[in-house]
């Protein structure tokens, strides 16, 4: 081991120890996302040269975050549980009684607290860690009545979120929770039920469409801008110049992309800005024209990559807390990447989700970084215990 001619320790000797135990493949998936992502920025948001070096900084961040997350031993991250969710919760009724709206959209999200914030933000990692904690104190198969408690602690976040309105953050709150309780045991015999009755309903809301998404149909339980984001997706023809432009020129622009794509800075429909959101949520639908058919199997084969190291990790996990917790993030991963593209390409419908590693936002990488983070702390902590 190489010295100083003082005899003192290397930068890198002082850092390597620091890095002991990381994940290779977790960290190789991640980073190829991530080169992948910046690329897209770069071309899609060119002519603004301001977004493409902020999304550099916001991409740097989130890797100190990552790598700070990733030394944190599981006792600290169990220890940070309770109070992260209280805090969470504790942000998000101050919000439903003193939120301010600074897009002036109707939906009061965020709270001034000197800087205006997202509370939600912060449940969407706070749940899943609470209640990986909850049945971390229930070590062996959980009782029912653990069952239910668990959901009621999912609940109550989402249903502040969900009056927000903020239906799309919400659920993704609410699976990041449910996710856990799968992973700890939810029988299928409670599960199938709830599937058969939703792919029933869906089916209903698809047949009935002409009909339940006229202008004077209320849903009563939907506000009108989530009913018309349903009746959007089933019908975009409905509101071409309006509600339907967004689906209709990202299946545009993801079908002129064709097997190869127009090349890299050559998608028609994003720099002449027919593609609304092309550089956040829609950033897929510029990818598709510039990369193609080829170019998004390659995205999507680099997702599956780090979603299946994400499970493997998750399998290995040393105890019952990081083995619901490394499931739940790996799979609300998933989630995040499903609804993203989903939405663009005219599946499901149009939701505030960004894509991973690929839309523009700080505060969405940040966040990202931190589950990472975890995920990493969760594999290094193993290996350091076998070595």
Known sequence: MLNTPFGQPTLWQRLRPMFHGFDLLLLLAIMMVATIGLTTMYS????????????VRNM?????????????????LMAMAVPLYTLGVFLLVL???????????????WLNIGIIIQPSEILKIATPLMVAWWFQRREGLPQPKDLLKAF???????L????????????????SGFFVIFFAGLPWKLILPVVVIGVAGIVAIVV???????????????HTYQKNRVCTLL???????????????????????????????QGTQTHLEFIPERTSDFIFAAFSEEFGLIGCCTLIACYTFLIFRGLTIAHEAPTTFSRLLAGSITMSFFVYAMVNMGMVSGILPVVGVPLPFMSYGGTALVTLGLSLGILMSIARSRRLMQS
């Open 160 to 175: 502040l979120v969900a009056k927000q309105p903020d239906l799309g953050t919400a659920l993704l709150i609410f699976f």
């Open 208 to 222: 009935s469409e002409p009909v339940i998404c006229q202008p004077d149909v209320d849903w009563v339980v939907l």
């Open 95 to 109: 919000t439903a009684l003193f939120g301010i709206d600074p897009t002036h959209k109707g939906a009061r999200r």
């Open 152 to 158: 009621a602690l999912v609940m109550v976040p989402f």
């Open 235 to 265: 019908d975009p023809t409905r509101d071409p110049l309006g509600k339907g432009f967004h689906i209709i020129q990202g299946m545009i622009a993801i079908g002129s992309g064709g097997v190869t794509g127009k090349g890299f800075m």
């Open 44 to 55: 899609a948001g060119y002519d603004n040269g301001a977004r493409f070096s902020l999304q």
């Open 60 to 76: 740097m961040l989130a890797a100190v975050v990552f790598f700070v997350v990733a030394q944190v031993p599981q006792q600290r």
